[in-house]
């Protein structure tokens, strides 16, 4: 058996932040904005699952019972109660503290300094720099995160939602390739509409569009699909919960289990691509490769330029012995991602099986020039000197990988 394969050398689930944080010690920026309200369902006794079923709903209780379903799964209790009434009774508190914190700013930059300063501030919320692959499932739920002060992206952005709504802000989650971020709407005081996406966890630091298109290079068909950058009902926000969920879920050994809440996901949002792709991963893992293969299909409609899934793709295709279109994935991926290692890596594989070492060794080290913590490189590398009988080089790369 060979040591490494397309698929799972390359790739990671897609359920953290992206990496491009503030030091979490940093103090928060003074640049902000805020407006329009945002009418919340009055709460009802309904379960989580009778919740589900509609668009919008109490997402404040559903947190909660979010929480009370699946947390004592991971940390190993027999269950996890929540006093749902004092929480929510908390939490309107909190609210109107920060609806009186608001009723002296004039205009959107005041009150978005006001609700950044409440969250990251006044709560003492912060972004968790040790989780950013999203792994630790003390940052999803959000009962735990008010209590530990430390959360992720979706998380922290539950906490924007969750009193920003409550005090009549227009706020809204909002979905971007391996992250997620809150849409700030308001009206200047002339009358002209006011729109910010807010960094949750860059202290609630202010950014433009433009910004996202320009860094994560996704596709105008993802917008149109309401994949990216389109403000979600708590069902789709749900969908993200979920998604999530199956990555502590995955990483905890239960596979099936995580195909499971994978479909859950996407069963809440069709046009989740990323519940897509990790899914498709699993069920790689799982030898079920027709249905990756269909997975990896539907997420490349939904975001063509999905550059992960792609290289995905290419690896199943490859075992399949689909060689041509695997190849075809693949210098797309590179045109489209050419400082990423990844492409690079999978390229490597390529030409290792194929017998053609010295350019399986260049595409090999240049994953490592892209990135030189890649650790896959230097296993590949190993395998490779190993095969050619440079034994010192083959251990110079297993130290490296930290293989010895």
């Keep these: 058996m060979r040591a490494f394969a397309p698929l799972v050398v390359l790739i990671s689930l897609l359920a953290g932040c992206a990496t491009q944080q503030r030091d979490a010690d940093a103090p928060p920026p003074v640049v902000r904005d805020g407006g329009e309200t945002h009418a919340r369902p009055a709460p009802s006794d309904e379960t989580l699952e009778q919740m589900l079923e509609h668009e919008d709903f109490d997402l404040p209780r559903a947190l909660l019972l979010f929480s009370e379903e699946y947390y004592a799964e991971f940390a190993g209790v027999p269950h996890h109660e929540v006093d749902i009434p004092a929480k929510l009774a908390r939490f ?76 009549g802000l227009d706020v809204r989650g909002i979905r971007l390739p391996g992250h997620f971020v809150v849409e700030f709407k308001d009206t200047e005081p002339n009358g002209q509409p006011y729109k910010t996406l807010l960094e949750t966890t860059a202290f609630g630091e202010t950014r433009e569009e433009t910004y996202y298109w320009a860094r994560d290079r996704f596709s105008a068909p993802a917008v149109e699909n309401g994949v990216y950058l389109t ?82 793709r290419a690896g199943l295709l490859w075992d399949a012995n689909e060689r041509e279109p695997a190849r075809e994935d693949l210098a797309h991926a590179k045109r489209l991602r050419p400082e990423w290692p990844q492409t690079w890596m999978i390229e490597g594989m390529f030409l290792f099986e194929s017998g053609d070492i010295d350019a399986a060794r260049t595409a090999f080290e240049t994953a490592l020039e892209k990135d030189p913590k890649y650790n896959s490189a230097h296993i590949a590398l190993a395998e490779l000197e190993h095969k050619v009988g440079n034994e010192a080089a083959a251990r110079k790369h297993e130290e490296a990988a930290g293989m010895r």
């Design 92 to 167: 309107e508190g909190y609210a109107d503290q920060l609806r009186d914190a608001l009723r002296s700013d004039r205009s959107p930059r005041q009150r978005v300094r006001t609700l950044v300063d409440f969250i990251h501030i006044k709560l003492g919320l912060r972004f968790d720099q040790s989780d950013s692959r999203g792994e630790n499932y003390e940052n999803l739920f959000f009962d735990s995160v008010l209590q530990r002060r430390f959360g992720y992206c979706v998380s922290l952005s539950m906490a924007y939602l969750v009193f920003g709504q409550a005090a």
């Design 231 to 312: 403000p979600l009902n708590d069902r789709e926000i749900f969908s993200t919960l979920y998604n999530n969920l199956a990555g502590v879920t995955y990483v905890s050994g239960d596979l099936q289990l995580a195909v499971e809440r994978y479909t859950r996901a996407l069963e809440l949002a069709p046009n989740n691509c990323e519940a897509l792709y990790n899914r498709a991963i699993v069920q790689h893992a799982l030898n079920h490769n027709r249905e990756a293969l269909k997975d990896l299909n539907e997420s490349l409609r939904l975001d063509p330029t999905f550059v992960l899934a792609m290289l995905a």
